[in-house]
């Protein structure tokens, strides 16, 4: 018998839910070659407005790590590797 507290999916539809952690695994990703140089090209395309942004009075948490990555110096938050 069907509770009707519980909901019940058909079997038809199991291959259209997107995956669920423990439930039912997803494809794995593909990681893009190019990313790293997409990234690296549209921080430099607004290089002065990311400085402005980090720059005095800015977020001090983070901005000093910030300016570092925007340097491209390592930094232990996230060490640049070698560049292209």
């Known amino acids: 018998m069907t509770s009707e507290d519980r909901l019940e999916i058909p079997e038809s539809w ?17 990681l893009d070659p190019k990313a790293p140089l ?17 720059g005095p009075g800015a977020n001090t948490l983070h901005a000093a790590a910030a300016i570092r990555h925007l340097d491209g110096e390592p930094d232990p938050a996230g060490p640049r590797r070698s560049r292209p």
């Open 38 to 54: 997409l990234v690296r090209g549209r921080l430099k395309s607004r290089d002065a407005d990311l400085r402005a942004a980090f």
């Open 14 to 30: 199991l291959a259209e839910l997107p995956p669920r952690r423990g439930v039912r695994p997803g494809e794995p990703g593909e």
